[in-house]
């Protein structure tokens, strides 16, 4: 079992920046790929940006340029730099990590945080 905490979030005007950080604790060894997500009010939940082991990223077009995933293994955590932020930026997000490639018969499922919540004011 993964156990994933967000933190990091809160009330900023546009144009500001804001860094979430996902902390995760139990069977980490099996953790390869790590994402975040966001889920506004009244819309479908969206990747933001994912993150593989080597190090490899991938971001929703919306997010380019502006914001960054990060990871730190030894510290089993995941971070999201989040800048020049938007309105439209506000949503809860999540934190998500992949142990499907350590044992899928075990870890077939991903694991999520609770969310953090980000509102960005005009």
């Known amino acids: 079992q993964v156990q994933l905490v967000e933190s990091g979030g809160g009330l900023v005007q546009a144009g500001g920046s804001l860094r979430l950080s996902c902390a995760a604790s139990?069977?980490?060894?099996?953790?390869?790929?790590m994402g975040w997500y966001r889920q506004a009010p009244g819309k479908e939940r969206e990747l933001v940006a994912a993150i593989t082991s080597g190090g490899g990223t991938n971001y929703a077009d919306s997010v380019k340029g502006r914001f960054t995933i990060s990871r730190d293994n030894a510290k089993n955590t995941l971070y999201l730099q989040m800048n020049s932020l938007k309105p439209e930026d506000t949503a809860v997000y999540y934190c998500?990590?992949?142990?499907?490639?350590?044992?899928?018969?075990?870890?077939?499922?991903?694991?999520w945080g609770k969310g953090t919540l980000v509102t960005v004011s005009s």
């Open positions: 139990g069977d980490t060894i099996c953790i390869s790929a």
């Open positions: 998500n990590a992949d142990c499907s490639d350590y044992d899928p018969e075990v870890y077939g499922m991903p694991y």
